[in-house]
């Protein structure tokens, strides 16, 4: 064999897999330290063995750091840490912006997905890759997957199956992201035409496995390889799950908590930590607190922390001893002259705070409530009205459409929303609405 031959073989030699028929496996990752070693061993146990895997982490805590870092001695598997900055996780689309990493540093002929709560079948890629060899004219082939939806202690209460069936010209929001396989040819023309491989413009959080379909079809269709070939949990904290439904931004006396125990509310539109025992003082309740996805949980700036000395956003106060209610709003206290102007705006006593008759003097009167509804009345925050069969939130004395939808996922209670005429409801002026979008196709 001559000097220039065993060159040319070398080259295509990593690690001793020949990459004519390596297959590049990316998988993104994000403090699911339960579920992602499952992942990673589903890879491992495939099987053939042309693979490379690139382990795309988003900076997780050490529990899953330490789990990934127990699978580094395989040659096949590479890992990247993104030591992304919270505060920086909003402003491109995460998993996007790691797969096109992926994609540059990889050298696989075939290229295909997986999340850290996501199995392969051990065919998965022997599957898929032959198909493509066999029909070198095909570009993009999917599979089907098995979903199964879990709560927090993995107990599997429904399931699904898709089934890869049709050619499809447009598979957005249709195919999952770890159910494709395709060419790095076609990745190619790809990035030629749109200077990147997936979009991770932040719009596309929520989808960007749908962006990059889009992308791919404008040069070839998703050709069907029938068969299960994953198995997808849909858990509780989930980013989809997490995500559906929750506006951006987020009205302001909402309890949030990302992918951590730590409870904010947010406030002023930062967010502010409350601790244990603040959060029994001021009577929080644990099923009014939303859980989001993290990278909207870090784009709230975050303020001082929830105490005495600041209080927090439209508490209901008691003065100690006597039947007297306040509302707190905007620093100042809005005195309630009786249980109507309570059950009016649907203000549970039994969640007011005590406090003594010196602390409460100690801050300054608003208008008092009424529940009478004009001009004359500056609203308080956070209460849902109704009208013609639209729900708004009142904040800042303006009237805010909000989605039924979102309305639930914040915790609010739609049975309580104040009905109003259209003399009423023309006394406010309306905000912005609180909806929650995503890109369709």
């Known amino acids: 064999m001559s000097m220039v031959s065993l060159l040319f073989l070398l080259s295509r030699v990593k690690g001793g897999i020949d990459l004519s028929d390596l297959i590049t496996v990316i998988l993104t990752s994000y403090n699911k330290p339960d579920l992602v070693e499952k992942s990673i061993q589903s890879v491992i146990n495939q099987t053939i063995s042309n693979w490379e895997l690139w382990l795309m982490d988003d900076h997780s805590n050490k529990e899953t750091q330490n789990i990934i870092k127990t699978y580094l001695n395989d040659k096949r598997i590479n890992f990247f840490n993104s030591n992304i900055k919270n505060e920086d996780r909003y402003k491109k689309t995460r998993y996007a912006t790691l797969i096109n990493k992926a994609i540059s540093l990889s050298k696989g002929k075939y290229i295909t997905y997986l999340t850290d709560d996501t199995t392969y079948r ?11 060899n066999q029909n070198p004219s095909h570009h993009i082939v999917y599979g089907g997957q098995l979903l199964q939806y879990v709560d927090e202690s993995f107990n599997i209460f429904y399931e699904s199956e898709s089934k890869a069936k049709e050619i499809l010209s447009n598979a957005s929001n249709k195919v999952d992201h770890c159910s494709v396989m395709h060419t790095r040819e076609i990745a190619e023309k790809v990035y030629s035409t749109y200077e990147s491989y997936w979009n991770d413009d932040p719009i596309f959080w929520h989808n960007a496995d749908a962006e990059f379909w889009n992308r791919l079809t404008d040069f070839a269709p998703f050709y069907p390889v029938d068969g299960s070939f994953e198995v997808a949990l849909k858990t509780p904290s989930s980013f989809q799950v997490l995500n559906k439904d929750v506006p951006d931004p987020l009205p302001n006396g909402v309890l949030v908590r990302g992918l951590s125990q730590d409870i904010y509310l947010i406030d002023n539109q930062k967010k502010r930590l409350i601790n244990a025992k603040w959060f029994n003082y001021f009577k929080y309740q644990p099923s009014k607190i939303v859980q989001i996805p993290d990278p909207l949980l870090y784009k709230y700036e975050t303020g001082k922390s929830v105490n005495m000395s600041d209080l927090p956003y439209q508490i209901l106060m008691k003065e100690d001893g006597v039947e007297q209610y306040f509302l707190y709003q905007n620093n100042q206290k809005r005195k309630i002259p009786n249980r109507e102007v309570l059950q009016f705006f649907s203000l549970n006593q039994m969640l007011a705070v005590e406090l003594s008759p010196t602390f409460i003097s100690s801050i300054s009167s608003g208008s008092p409530l009424s529940s009478k509804i004009n001009q004359l009345q500056f609203l308080p925050d956070g209460r849902l009205f ?18 039924v939808n979102v309305a639930l996922k914040l915790k609010f209670n739609i049975r309580e929303a104040i009905k109003l005429n259209a003399e009423e409801f023309g006394s406010y002026q309306l905000g912005n609405s609180f909806i929650w979008t995503f890109k369709t196709y």
């Open 122 to 132: 051990s065919n998965r890629l022997k599957v898929m890759a032959e198909y493509l």
């Open 386 to 403: 109704s009208y013609k069969d639209e729900l708004y939130l009142s904040q800042n004395n303006h009237l805010h459409n909000i989605d």
